[in-house]
Structures are given as structure tokens and as C-alpha cells.
């Protein structure tokens, strides 16, 4: 399993903007995810990469808004949140997922199908 620690998180009013990162030891070969869980609700997809980096896919409540990203070089994946919501209070994690051939351009978008977490890191956008 690879190691992932998130960072960036914080206090910001509505309309700020943050950029999150997420830290991977090792290679980055793997599909890469953001999730996010607010208080009294289930974890929930973010923003997604393929392995391959060539695709992403977005949750429809941050389309527009936020933008996936990775530096290879650093093995850090990136999460740019702009035009921030109350509504997207919540507790970031970051997510990997080794994969194989077959699914090197698919975006996984299902807690289940992620191998490591990060511990997260928490963003309130106050209103």
C-alpha cells in the first residue's frame, strides 16, 4: 500500500479558494481520488484520476469549481478548490488505488474500490 497525507485544509469564508494536496510515498502508478465526509453524512467522491492521468471525473456539486491535478515529480496529487460553499465543509481525504492494465483509464469513483487513505484534512467555509 502507499502512504498518502493530505494537507492544505483550513477555515475560509464563502467564495475563498484552498488548493489541497495529498502527499504519495513511493511511485505514483496508481489511480488517484478525492472524497470528502461532512458531519452526519457518508463519505462521498470528490474528483478522480485514472492511473493513467489522461481522464478525470468530478461530483456534479463541485464541477466548474474544482480541479484535480498531480505532479509526478513530486508524487503529489492536488485538489484546487475554488468559489467555496458552505456546503463543502467537510473532512478531505485522499485516496489510491493500484491498479492493473486493463483499468489504467478508469476513474473510480466508489470507496470500495480505493486501497490506501489518507487521514484527511478538514475545510470550513464559513458563510
Known amino acids: 500500500q502507499v502512504q498518502l497525507v493530505e494537507s492544505g485544509g483550513g477555515l475560509v469564508q464563502a467564495g475563498d479558494s484552498l488548493r489541497l494536496s495529498c502527499a504519495a510515498s513511493?511511485?505514483?502508478?496508481?489511480?488517484m481520488g478525492w472524497f470528502r465526509q461532512a458531519p452526519g453524512k457518508e463519505r462521498e467522491f470528490v474528483a478522480g484520476?485514472?492511473?493513467?492521468?489522461?481522464?478525470?471525473n468530478y461530483a456534479d456539486s463541485v464541477k466548474g469549481r474544482f480541479t484535480i491535478s498531480r505532479d509526478d515529480a513530486k508524487n503529489t496529487v492536488y485538489l484546487q478548490m475554488n468559489s467555496l460553499k458552505p456546503e463543502d465543509t467537510a473532512l478531505y481525504y485522499c485516496?489510491?488505488?493500484?491498479?492493473?492494465?486493463?483499468?489504467?483509464?478508469?476513474?473510480?469513483?466508489?470507496?470500495?474500490?480505493?486501497?490506501?487513505w489518507g487521514q484527511g484534512t478538514q475545510v470550513t467555509v464559513s458563510s
Open positions: 484520476f485514472s492511473r493513467s492521468g489522461s481522464r478525470t
Open positions: 485516496a489510491a488505488r493500484r491498479t492493473g492494465a486493463l483499468t489504467i483509464g478508469v476513474v473510480h469513483r466508489q470507496q470500495y474500490e480505493y486501497d490506501s
Open positions: 513511493g511511485h505514483t502508478s496508481y489511480a
